[in-house]
């Protein structure tokens, strides 16, 4: 969805806070989606020793069962565009909520590898149409002058639900006397772990039933006075609504539809612009980030800390995460993108440096060195510290902005899609790459944050206080 700069609208001028709450509440609702995002992205973390013993397989083997979520991830992020052009935003999420239900019911009482694989491609569909679904839609209910504080709402709910994924996990263990495999409501602890996402899925299930459909898919579909209704239970009654309509009428036929075909040109395929946005996707994820929150149990049991505290440093490691998120919301206006880009990545080089370093240390009685495990542990919270504080926002602030009104839909969605391919590469080979030398895992991930940082300073532009019409 194109934005446009405009005088302000009839809602941004009469924006009354007595309708702010109901407001708040269906931008909340329309965000559990981005909850279940988060939730199911990394729930598997308390699962990956159990299936490995489990279903005896290799490292290899493993990572692509982690890691094929992110193929349905890609398609579901691709389609549900369409999807809720066609159907409508609210159908969407129904649709979201009862892949997300299937899919925690399917991996926690799996077959075979194969089945909980084929579950896993399920939830990631789910997680490719909320990532879309939710922001477009709590950008087309709110009053525009509460605009991007309602639309921070996804990214906050999205930390939230990695968090209590990991102390649901941490619990769960704890129930199960410290055993991923022990008994637990009649299954594996494990098993329970992937199923308890029924809870908050069907609560998004029930959410969507009581919160409205967007304005603007009514008015595509020529349901005017519906959509009327709709504003004014968001902006209050003191709106002209015929005026309001008539904005967003103009504005939807102002968008242009960008092809794929835009996107070419120059002298290696892309326009300049193109790569610089694929660039940034890939750094972000080429840092390693998304270990932190699928391994990071793994990563700590491999170097001699006991399971039940390995699942207390991922759930202290994802409230790390939340609390960068925040300084990051707070910032990215104040500051800017880019310095904040670069403030994060050199704080990125030296949480991993710090990683690697210490993983070099041989193991004593299957355990790191006192000193080297402390400064490990620190320096993982440092690292997801410094990505949350930069690259975990800022990359999707730039990727909202940086782009040309003409290319910006179909640049957004190559640049989202090079993410999704990235986060793959480095959830699938993790788990390979660990077994034949962690350190030297982390000195890959320490040099790509490290090139982050030219990269910015060469090839990134600043786009705070930029009108989009002034992206070229």
Avoid at 409 to 438: C, E, H, K, R, Y
Wanted: some cysteine; proline content about 4%; overall charge neutral.
């Amino acid at each position: 969805m194109a934005s446009t700069s405009q005088a302000p609208s009839p809602g941004a001028r009469t924006a009354h806070p007595d309708h702010l709450g109901h407001v708040i509440f269906i931008a909340a609702a329309a965000a559990m989606g981005g909850f279940l995002f988060g939730y199911d992205s990394s729930v598997i973390n308390g699962a990956v020793e159990a299936i490995r013993d489990r279903y005896d397989v290799g490292s290899a083997v493993l990572a692509q069962v982690i890691a094929v979520a992110l193929i349905g991830c890609a398609i579901g992020a691709a389609t549900a565009g369409r999807i809720a052009d066609r159907i409508g935003r609210i159908r969407c999420m129904q649709i979201a909520a009862v892949l997300f239900t299937v899919s925690a019911v399917g991996s926690a009482l799996p077959f075979a590898l194969w089945d909980l694989a084929m579950w896993r491609i399920i939830g990631g569909f789910a997680i490719g149409m909320a990532s879309v679904i939710g922001p477009a839609y709590i950008a087309e209910v709110s009053p525009p002058a509460y605009r991007g504080r309602l639309g921070s709402f996804q990214q906050a709910a999205i930390v939230i639900g990695i968090a209590v994924s990991q102390l649901v996990n941490w619990g769960l263990l704890n129930a199960a006397g410290g055993d991923q495999r022990g008994e637990l409501m009649g299954l594996e602890a494990w098993q329970v772990m992937l199923g308890v996402m029924v809870i908050p899925a069907i609560l998004y299930g029930l959410l969507s039933f009581a919160i409205p459909e967007s304005p603007r898919f009514l008015l595509s579909v020529g349901k005017r006075e519906r959509a009327k209704e709709i504003l004014r239970e968001v902006e209050g009654k003191d709106v002209d609504f015929d005026a309001r309509v008539a904005e967003i009428e103009h504005a939807m036929h102002r968008e242009e539809k960008s092809s794929f075909k835009d996107l070419l040109g120059g002298s290696f395929f892309f326009k300049p612009i193109v790569w610089i946005g694929i660039g940034l996707s890939v750094f972000q994820q080429f840092v390693g980030i998304n270990v932190a929150f699928y391994y990071s149990s793994t990563l700590w049991q491999s170097v001699g800390v006991d399971p039940t505290q390995s699942f207390f440093y991922s759930f202290t490691t994802s409230i790390i995460n939340i609390v960068g998120t925040v300084i990051a919301m707070i910032f990215v206006d104040r500051i800017g993108r880019k310095p904040l880009a670069l403030i994060g990545s050199v704080g990125m080089v030296i949480g991993l440096a710090l990683e690697a370093w210490a993983f070099s240390f041989d193991l004593v009685d299957g355990k790191l060195p006192a000193a080297q495990g402390w400064v490990a542990l620190i320096a993982a919270h440092v690292f997801v510290l410094f990505f949350a504080l930069s690259w975990g926002v800022v990359v999707w602030v730039f990727l909202g902005e940086m782009f040309p009104n003409r290319i910006r839909a179909a640049a957004l969605g190559v640049a989202a899609s090079a993410q999704w391919i990235a986060n793959w590469a480095i959830t699938a080979s993790f788990p390979s790459l660990a077994d034949w030398n962690l350190s030297a895992t982390y000195v890959i991930y320490t040099i790509f944050a490290a090139l982050s940082i030219p990269f910015v300073l060469k090839f990134v532009k600043e786009t705070k206080g930029k009108a989009l019409e002034e992206m070229g």
